[in-house]
Nanobody, 126 residues
Framework: QVQLVESGGGLVQAGGSLRISCVASGRTFSWYTMGWFRQAPGKEREFVAA????????DYADSVKGRFTISRDNAKNTVYLQMNILKPEDTAVYSCAQRSGAFTRMGRSASEYNYWGQGTQVTVSS
């Protein structure tokens, strides 16, 4: 079965940087579009970024564009989210997700992703 395991979260000061990772297992990683989502306390889960199976295309929420970078290493079955110029409003649990179908387009809706990790906490202090 598909498993996604995130790591790299933590506490960082505003203006700082953090890179979180997600290792996938269970099927051919390089066939599947991946996404990052986040959920802050009392708020709905929101789209952060997505990357196609080859890594050739990416998509970002307006709130993180220019500050966050999504990338993947298919040889390591890993997707990354590099987060720079972090703000207190970036504080949330960040989860990676994988689309169910192979070679599909990127999506911004959580319902388009069938597999989820447990999440990693990112806290940005002011």
């Amino acid at each position: 079965q598909v498993q996604l395991v995130e790591s790299g979260g933590g506490l960082v000061q505003a203006g700082g940087s953090l890179r979180i990772s997600c290792v996938a297992s269970g099927r051919t990683f390089s066939w599947y579009t991946m996404g990052w989502f986040r959920q802050a306390p009392g708020k709905e889960r929101e789209f952060v970024a997505a990357i196609t199976w080859s890594g050739g295309s990416t998509d970002y929420a307006d709130s993180v564009k220019g500050r966050f970078t999504i990338s993947r290493d298919n040889a390591k079955n890993t997707v990354y989210l590099q987060m720079n110029i972090l703000k207190p409003e970036d504080t949330a649990v960040y989860s990676c997700a994988q689309r169910s179908g192979a070679f599909t387009r990127m999506g911004r809706s959580a319902s388009e992703y069938n597999y989820w990790g447990q999440g990693t906490q990112v806290t940005v202090s002011s």
